[in-house]
């Protein structure tokens, strides 16, 4: 199986700042990957796909980018509202695998 | 809108045995996979096992194989999910979620998400 590992485990970055987050893969996923965002108490939201297309609604502050084993979402200009977890999956292995996110939280 | 509405939160004695239910409304259920994912605080996200509805196929990551079922009434658009034997470790929070198929590929992306069950596994 894909092991998905992220980092940092948290970041710590005030309102308006950008965010830099990684995932890294144990072998080559091509593009096929997600990324997702967690608030508290909710359930994971649809963010990225094929590793840089924006999902239906997302603002374009949030980016993704990579290929292969290494991947970056970033986000610019933080909004209150992005101060979440954030997730990266991989597709079409049949064993689909998450990493086990990253935290931004505020500085 | 597109949604899915999952039952409520459920307490359990290890043994015992659980069925989750997801309620899709807003599209054409029987046309997207339904995925039921697991959250817990030591192992994160995990993809168990999904169902396509239209013709009931069911797909389940190794580590689910035999431990649970998934099935689907298509006449109430509602999708489930079946664990016996409850461990502690089962305890989390199980969601479902539409499979959105990204183009080339046989899998994809979890584009709509139900809003969790809570299952509590305790003596």
């Known amino acids: 199986d894909i092991v998905l590992t992220q980092s940092p485990g948290t970041l710590s970055v005030a309102p308006g700042e950008g965010a830099t987050l990684s995932c890294r893969a144990s072998q080559s996923v091509d593009t096929q990957l997600v990324w997702y965002q967690q608030r508290p108490g909710q359930a994971p939201k649809f963010l990225i796909y094929d590793a840089s297309s924006r999902a239906p609604g997302i603002p374009d502050r949030f980016s993704g980018s990579g290929s292969g084993t290494d991947f970056t979402l970033t986000i610019s200009r933080l909004e209150p509202e992005d101060f979440a977890v954030y997730y990266c999956?991989?597709?079409?292995?049949?064993?689909?695998?998450f990493g086990q996110g990253t935290k931004v939280e505020i500085k | 809108e597109v949604q899915l509405e999952q039952s409520g939160a459920e307490m359990k004695k290890p043994g015992e045995s659980l069925r989750i239910s997801c309620k899709a409304s807003g599209y054409n259920f029987g046309s997207y996979w339904v995925v039921w994912v697991r959250q817990t605080p030591g192992k994160g996200l995990e993809w168990m096992g999904m169902i396509y509805p239209d013709d009931s196929e069911t797909r389940y990551t190794p580590p689910f194989r035999g431990q649970v079922t998934v099935s689907a009434d298509k006449s109430i658009n509602t999708a489930y999910l079946q664990s016996t034997g409850l461990k502690a470790s089962d305890s989390g929070i199980y969601y479902c979620a539409r499979l959105r198929i990204l183009v080339g590929y046989s899998s994809g992306a979890l584009d709509v998400w139900g809003q969790g069950t809570t299952v509590t596994v305790s003596s």
């Open positions: 999956q991989h597709y079409d292995t049949l064993y689909e695998t």
